[in-house]
């Protein structure tokens, strides 16, 4: 993994010098995005994570957000946009 990841930042570091305020190296982007080494574990399906919920489940906020409210959208001062 430390092979891969150095080879992958030599590629790509100088792309993140236009980012302000990354907070993260580019190593752990690397490792988090790209090589993911997880090695004998699974993620969660959402399958899986379905079976696995109640009914008493509230769904509050995720991140990212995958709800959205898109009222704004269909209420433009344009006719006929929706």
């Keep these: 993994m430390d092979a891969q990841v150095e080879l992958m930042k030599m590629l ?3 792309h993140f010098d236009s980012l302000k305020g990354f907070s993260r190296s580019v190593e752990e982007w690397i490792i988090d995005n790209i090589v993911q080494p997880l090695d004998n574990r699974e993620m969660l ?3 899986d994570a379905i079976r696995t919920l109640d009914n008493n489940f509230y769904f509050y906020q ?3 957000a995958f709800q959205r409210n898109w009222e704004w ?3 433009p001062p344009i006719s006929n946009a929706c």
Aim: glycine content about 0%; hydrophobic content about 15%; overall charge neutral.
């Design 45 to 47: 399906s959402l399958p």
């Design 12 to 14: 790509i570091s100088h």
């Design 62 to 64: 995720s991140s990212p």
């Design 73 to 75: 959208y269909c209420n």
